[in-house]
């Protein structure tokens, strides 16, 4: 009996381990689409309005180094988990170089809230990675504020979606509430959790998006809001950070 043919999609999809970026990139949107799809209202009448993270950036940055980051504060530190279920100080991923943290949760279905932040992050990861001068230099982190569901076999499934190779980019959530809520206060992000008739948590919550830009010295040196994170922004930013570093140097 004759096989059947595969389609151009089938035979897209089973391209050679080379493609495996231009595959996790097809991943995040469908996972992007699929988020907006859910969050825009049953009647579908008003479109989803997408931030404009997911748009090339409407002007030209100013150049890495050409402006000021001032310090607003220094980064918080907790007990975290990392992918492999590892407990360790929050402060193990900040400090030795420029990082990029971001608190999210794995299920969030607002395509402007952690679907957004891991987009950019995959397109911040991609940016350095692509220029040897920051290829390792940097650190992403995906810290998840939902441990109840994101656990580190969770967490590290998710992760391994997005990030490359021989690229800094960690995942990490907490054991509790009680290891995560001092965390979330540190960095003045809230979170209000839903619970049904019973007291139960539902496994749904509300947040804002918060992205946190943090030097070697672990101070927070950029806030950045679903109005104003975008890749080239942030890349920009950590090309700042490096270029400062070295400008120290004796």
């Known amino acids: ?117 891991t987009y950019v992050m995959r397109s911040v990861q991609d940016a350095l990675q692509a220029d040897p001068d920051t290829a390792d230099k940097a650190r992403l982190v995906s810290f998840s504020f939902d441990p109840v569901f994101d656990t580190p076999d969770v967490i590290d499934a998710y992760g391994s979606q997005f990030r490359t190779d021989n690229f800094d980019w960690q995942f990490l959530t907490t054991s509790g509430p009680e290891a995560l809520d001092p965390i979330l206060s540190a960095y003045g992000q809230w979170v209000i959790r839903d619970y049904d008739d019973n007291g139960d948590y539902t496994g749904t919550m509300s947040h804002i998006l918060r992205v946190f830009l943090i030097d070697k010295n672990r101070n927070i040196r950029n806030i950045y809001s679903t109005s104003f994170l975008h890749a080239d922004t942030v890349a920009n930013d950590v090309r700042s950070l490096l270029l400062e570093e070295e400008a120290a140097l004796p």
């Open 1 to 117: 009996m004759a096989a059947l043919a595969r389609s151009p999609l089938q035979d897209w999809l089973h391209r050679p381990h080379t493609d495996i970026v231009m595959r996790g990139n097809v991943i995040l949107l469908l996972w992007v689409l699929s988020a907006a799809v859910l969050s825009a209202p049953h009647h579908h009448k008003e479109p989803v309005v997408m931030a404009p993270g997911y748009a090339p950036l409407s002007f030209t940055p100013p150049g890495p180094g050409t402006y000021g980051l001032p310090a607003m504060g220094v980064a918080g530190d907790g007990q975290v988990l990392d992918s492999q279920g590892r407990a360790t100080p929050l402060y193990d991923y900040l400090g030795d170089k420029p990082t990029v943290l971001s608190f999210i949760f794995t299920t969030c279905d607002d395509v402007n809230g952690c679907p957004l932040a």
